[in-house]
């Protein structure tokens, strides 16, 4: 079976701190993809990135960058700087050849000014 | 380009009535999803079209919830009758083509409540 865990419930920091969220996934699937999506206080899920599981290189995009190791089945979620439009609930995903994308329960992150 | 549009934003109805739920993908995504979002989890996928044939309803409960998606464009979502564990926010989503890999795009949900 597929499965998502994020552990953080909430996460609150002060303005311009470096943050990660951390994801553990499970699959016995040996191809599959893994997602990052935010949702904002609007309720939209915007998608963040997406990882297949042959290609384990770290991205950075901006102040955001993200660190997938299949040896531990973590895909973590890294904000440098955080600022406070960060603020939202962060879902971490998993997508195999089922075709049915598992979410995890996310991580309410609250940056203070 | 414009994004999923869903309606309405918001509903709240009595246990035992019905209700409608809307949805608008982005033009020439062939993947149509409805999640169901339970406060505090993570959405939960219910009902995924292919065009208008459905791929994975597994997850719908179908005594009670059921969907369509005429003509392969919009798709509606109903539910009758409610009960009150359905109050949740339920999202419409749909993706260029059918596969594992492709990122979802999503409307802004419409938030039913339940009494």
């Known amino acids: 079976a597929q499965k998502v865990t994020q552990a953080q419930t909430e996460i609150s920091v002060v303005e311009k701190e470096d943050v990660t969220l951390d994801c553990v996934y499970e699959?016995?699937?040996?191809?599959?993809?893994l997602f990052w999506y935010k949702q904002p206080p609007s309720g939209e899920l915007v998608f963040l990135i997406r990882?297949?599981?042959?290609?384990?290189q770290n991205e950075i995009s901006g102040r955001y960058s993200w660190n997938f190791q299949k040896s531990t089945s973590s895909f973590n979620f890294t904000i440098t700087a955080s600022q406070v439009v960060d603020s939202a609930v962060y879902f971490c995903a998993l997508g195999t050849r089922a075709q049915k994308l598992v979410f995890g329960q996310g991580t309410r992150l609250t940056i203070n000014p | 380009e414009a994004g999923v549009a869903q309606s309405p934003r918001y509903k709240i109805i009595e246990k035992r009535q019905s209700v409608a739920f809307w949805c608008n993908p982005i033009s020439g995504h062939a993947t149509l999803y409805w999640y169901q979002q339970i406060l505090g989890q993570g959405p939960k996928l219910l009902i995924q079209?292919?065009?208008?044939?459905?791929?994975?309803d597994s997850q719908l409960p179908k005594d009670r919830f059921s969907a369509e998606r005429l003509k392969g464009v919009d798709s509606t979502l109903k539910i009758q009758p409610a009960k009150l564990e359905d109050s949740a926010v339920y999202l419409c989503?749909?993706?260029?083509?059918?596969?594992?890999?492709?990122?979802?795009?999503f409307g802004n949900g419409t938030r039913l409540t339940v009494t």
């Open positions: 079209f292919q065009n208008n044939g459905v791929v994975d």
């Open positions: 990882r297949n599981s042959f290609d384990e």
């Open positions: 989503a749909s993706s260029v083509v059918y596969g594992a890999g492709s990122p979802l795009h």
């Open positions: 699959t016995r699937d040996t191809t599959y993809y």
